[in-house]
């Protein structure tokens, strides 16, 4: 049971490259979603789905587009990366009933150069 | 800009003593509260959850404290190991009144000095 994986785990582009950051869970949950973590900041949720078939806006989601393939994938997409976009990902999912956790992934290192 | 934020703030505490890290709210209709353990390099962890029914809630060496008149809680670590040193964040489970979003409080890093 590997819970949430996110791939890849480090990453470095160049400015106006786009790349998709992948991830899955395998614990049948209905939500998922995305957050970025700059250095010595909080946790900031760029796109989250609350089930399949739907995905909104977070906090930050401008530069980012998202697609949940289905239950168990939910990918986000930089179209043209930023500098302003070196960050760590992280992709979390919970189960959308009342009092529950969520559970996260390991984290993407992305630096945009 | 994207990148606009707060620092976390920093707890520094000497190994051996008691830690407590504050968390406040602001939706008095909130229920259910988690904190969640950051280690670097890793995703957030559960670690203790607490029912708006409740006041204290014990776990190994942690205890959560809620007031509901303040809304506020607080994550007590006793006798603080250098493996606590992390960032701990307080967040809400997702709700069907939030569109089931689950955003986090800014966090604190606790810091533990041998």
């Known amino acids: 049971n590997a819970g949430v994986t996110q791939t890849p785990k480090f990453q470095v582009l160049k400015t106006g490259q786009s790349m998709t950051l992948q991830c899955a869970q395998d614990m049948n949950h209905n939500s998922m979603y995305w957050y970025r973590q700059d250095p010595g900041m909080g946790l900031r949720l760029i796109y989250y789905s609350a089930s399949e078939g739907t995905t909104d806006k977070g906090e930050v989601p401008n530069g980012y587009n998202v697609s949940r393939l289905n239950k168990r994938e939910f990918s986000l997409r930089l179209e043209s990366a930023a500098p302003s976009q070196t960050s760590v990902y992280f992709c979390?999912?919970?189960?959308?009933?009342?009092?529950?956790?969520?559970?996260f992934g390991q984290g993407t290192r992305l630096t945009v150069v | 800009g994207e990148n606009v934020g707060l620092h976390l703030p920093t707890l520094s505490v000497q190994e051996g003593d008691n830690s407590i890290i504050n968390c406040a709210y602001s939706n008095s209709a909130s229920d259910y509260f988690i904190w969640y353990k950051q280690e670097s390099g890793k995703g957030p962890q559960f670690i203790i959850d607490i029912r708006s029914n409740m006041d204290k809630r014990q776990g190994q060496r942690v205890t959560v404290l809620l007031n509901k008149t303040v809304k506020h809680l607080s994550l007590q670590i006793a006798a603080t190991q250098p493996g606590d040193s992390a960032v701990y964040f307080c967040?809400?489970?997702?709700?069907?009144?939030?569109?089931?979003?689950?955003?986090f409080g800014s966090g604190t890093r606790l810091l533990v000095r041998p």
């Open positions: 967040a809400e489970p997702p709700r069907v009144d939030s569109s089931y979003k689950l955003i």
């Open positions: 979390a999912s919970s189960e959308r009933v009342r009092n529950t956790e969520a559970f």
